[in-house]
């Protein structure tokens, strides 16, 4: 639960005087309640006035404040698709959570994609078998990207038809079945799953839609700022999400689970634990009380003894809450889905995010382009030159 101070306590902390915390206030970057002991007083939300005391403790110089908004830091990017307010997750001023109770996949990229008209991920016909899988969806989107047309200069619309057309081609790689049904009944289709199983898939895909500037997402953005092609800004996302740190982190949960289910679920923890490996599947820095996207996929599916077990072990030796990761594969083992399913669910579902932030940031018309701080060597003849080494010529090969 959320721990909330005091007046007193909150100013101390901040070390602020009573206008500056009101202010704080008022501008939400500090939530606040009634006192339930007495409320005529007020109480501050701890979590805000940590991550403002650990930004004033940064300073203010323009290269602490860039260089902590790479990491969990402050909002760097101006965008109207989605962000996480006091641990939930809002798209386009709507509930994520709320959202995934009945929306389909489809209804989710008409939000995030702010369309006038309906979306529908049509798969190209094809009359042979094709592969499926993680390798498969590389290879399509590497060869839609490779016959592409820059994304620079073209309207939202155009942009949004063709990423509809790229998302149903990624979506048939990952094994969803031809047709007009939404794609979650055409995945389960797939992978022979009935309609329960494809209730709780289509859940999943919408929770996994978008969660603002991750860092598939980022990659995604960076690509489409260049002018690069739908196809080939959703491949820079899909890279980046592969990573173990970021969507590939589903198969390190698969192992921790099967760890549990052969060692005890205390026992794997600790072998984890005890190579010095972040535990997988608990806790995430932007929901300090509990993943809502987990706790909305645990409702809609059956999380067998092994995670149960798990859950439990995990609480009492990190003290975290189960994340999105532990629901996926809660959701692979429950429906008897392939091994790799988390990723392939996170992969199809953020696709409707990273295209959102491709049309958006190719409306725009900014190039994202940060400069690194170089702290090599340098020669005597370049300090002669530039004696404080922070002052570099510019030009029009800024952004090579």
């Known amino acids: 639960m959320s721990e909330w101070l005091s007046r007193e306590e909150a100013l101390e902390r901040l070390k602020v005087r009573p206008q500056t915390l009101y202010a704080y206030v008022s501008r939400g970057r500090i939530g606040m309640r009634p006192d339930e002991s007495d409320p005529r007083r007020s109480q501050y939300r701890a979590d805000d006035i940590a991550a403002l005391a650990t930004r ?78 993680r390798a498969s969806a590389f290879a399509q989107l590497a060869m839609l990207a490779g016959h592409g047309r820059p994304s620079l200069g073209r309207s939202a619309a155009s942009l949004c038809t063709e990423a509809a057309r790229t998302v149903g081609a990624l979506a048939q790689s990952l094994g969803a079945e031809a047709g007009t049904a939404p794609v979650h009944k055409r995945l389960a289709q797939g992978w022979s799953v009935d309609d329960a ?73 600790r072998r984890w634990l005890g190579h010095d490996r972040p535990l997988p599947a608990f806790g995430h820095p932007l929901y300090p009380d ?12 059956p999380v067998d003894e092994t995670l149960q077990q798990l859950q439990k072990a995990a609480m009492a030796a990190v003290g975290a809450q189960p994340n999105i990761d532990f629901a996926l594969a809660a959701l692979t083992r429950g429906l008897g889905l392939p091994r790799d399913a988390p990723f392939q669910l996170f992969a199809l579902g953020r696709s409707v995010g990273w295209a959102a932030h491709m049309v958006e940031q190719i409306i725009s018309g900014s190039i994202i382009r940060p400069r690194g701080r170089y702290e090599g060597r ?13 002052r570099y010529a510019t030009g029009v090969v800024a952004n090579c």
């Open 56 to 133: 004033r403790a940064r300073g203010r110089s323009p290269s602490a404040i860039a260089e902590s908004a790479i990491a969990w830091g402050e909002p760097s990017i101006v965008t109207a698709i989605s962000t996480v307010l006091h641990g939930r997750l809002i798209y386009r001023g709507q509930d994520a959570v709320a959202l995934s109770k009945a929306a389909t996949l489809e209804e989710t990229a008409a939000v995030l994609w702010a369309s006038p008209e309906p979306v529908a991920f049509k798969a190209p016909s094809s009359e042979a078998p094709h592969p499926v899988g």
């Open 197 to 269: 199983g494809a209730e709780a898939i289509r859940c999943a895909l919408v929770l996994l839609a978008d969660h603002e500037l991750n860092a598939s997402t980022f990659a995604a953005r960076v690509a489409a700022s260049t002018g690069a092609s739908p196809a080939a800004c959703l491949l820079a996302g899909l890279a980046t999400l592969s990573g173990p740190r970021h969507g590939g982190a589903g198969e390190a949960v698969m192992q921790l689970a099967e760890d549990a289910a052969a060692h005890g679920a205390d026992a794997a923890i």
């Open 290 to 301: 509990g993943d809502p996207r987990a706790t909305a996929l645990l409702e809609v599916i």
């Open 378 to 390: 340098v020669t005597q003849a370049d300090l002669a030159v530039f004696p404080n080494r922070a």
